[in-house]
């Protein structure tokens, strides 16, 4: 096992916006692959440039759209959760914890949301810091977001469970 300063580690926190990126674009084609298996093509996924609408992807099935916030670790599973407000707003919002691995293999997965078609569960009133200093050495409260507890996400093992939260039933 990797210990923290092992230079394997360093990089998933120096280069911790490339590694988002590369687990999204994972979880995208094995969630489309998952779906391909079971005859499942009317699919749509819209990917967020950036999240100011508390959203990094969107995917849709019929009449049910899903906004997700991903969030990633390297924890065996998630802690305190910063979860922007703005996620609140959609119609069926949810937020995807990802367990990684160092050479980025995915799962198990944390979810936080509602059946398809729900709204996201009521959020704490608990208010994040930031996680960086200003330039004043503050770490200042963020606002806009709301904390999700750990033990307010459910575990999922396999992209299939993530799936069948996400968008319910999956027969063709």
């Known amino acids: 096992m990797a210990r923290r300063n092992d230079p394997v580690r360093a990089i998933h926190h120096t280069h911790s916006t490339l590694r988002e990126r590369i687990v999204e674009h994972v979880f995208v084609g094995e969630a489309l692959r998952g779906l391909w298996r079971r005859g499942i093509v009317d699919v749509e996924v819209l990917r967020a440039e950036f999240d100011a609408h508390g959203y990094d992807l969107v995917i849709g099935r019929g009449d049910v759209v899903r906004h997700i916030q991903f969030k990633t670790g390297m924890a065996k599973r998630p802690g305190k959760v910063s979860v922007p407000l703005a996620l609140s707003s959609k119609p069926a919002g949810c937020v995807l914890w ?22 996201l569960p009521a959020l704490g009133a608990a208010v994040p810091r930031r996680p960086t200093r ?24 396999t992209v299939d469970e993530v799936l069948a939260a996400l968008l319910g039933d999956l027969t063709p």
Not at 105 to 110: A, C, H, T
Not at 137 to 156: K, L, S, T, Y
């Open 134 to 157: 200003n330039r004043l050495g503050q770490r200042p409260p963020r606002v806009n977001h709301r904390v999700i507890q750990a033990d307010e996400f459910e575990r999922m093992d």
């Open 98 to 119: 990802i367990h990684v691995t160092d050479g980025l293999e995915l799962g198990p997965f944390y979810w936080f949301g509602g059946k398809p078609g729900e709204p």
